[in-house]
């Protein structure tokens, strides 16, 4: 069993930075990828990006250029670094993570509202 457990989320002004950050605990080896996804009311839920264990990344066209993500594979640990916000990147932000058995586990999400 894994636990994924955000943190980091909250209110700020459009312009503003945030930086997420999500710990995995429990029985881990290995993690594939970890990475990030955002719901905002009434759509669904996208990808944000992502990082693998050999450090590649990819991101939504939406943030690239103001978002980066990072990782501590000695503490099971991804960040989101958050700058230049905007009102559009307001919604509830998940984490998740890969394990090599492709089992998936997703965090409790955290609200993040970019006001304007």
């Known amino acids: 069993q894994v636990q994924l457990v955000e943190s980091g989320g909250g209110l700020v002004q459009a312009g503003g930075s945030l930086r997420l950050s999500c710990a995995a605990s429990?029985?881990?080896?290995?993690?594939?990828?970890m990475g990030w996804y955002r719901q905002a009311p009434g759509k669904q839920r996208e990808l944000v990006a992502i990082i693998t264990s050999t450090s590649y990344t990819d991101y939504a066209d939406s943030v690239k250029g103001r978002f980066t993500i990072s990782r501590d594979n000695a503490k099971n640990t991804v960040y989101l670094q958050m700058n230049s916000l905007k009102p559009e990147d307001t919604a509830v932000y998940y984490c998740?993570?890969?394990?090599?058995?492709?089992?998936?586990?997703w965090g409790q999400g955290t609200q993040v509202t970019v006001s304007s």
């Open positions: 429990g029985t881990i080896f290995s993690i594939n990828v």
């Open positions: 998740y993570a890969n394990l090599p058995s492709a089992h998936v586990y």
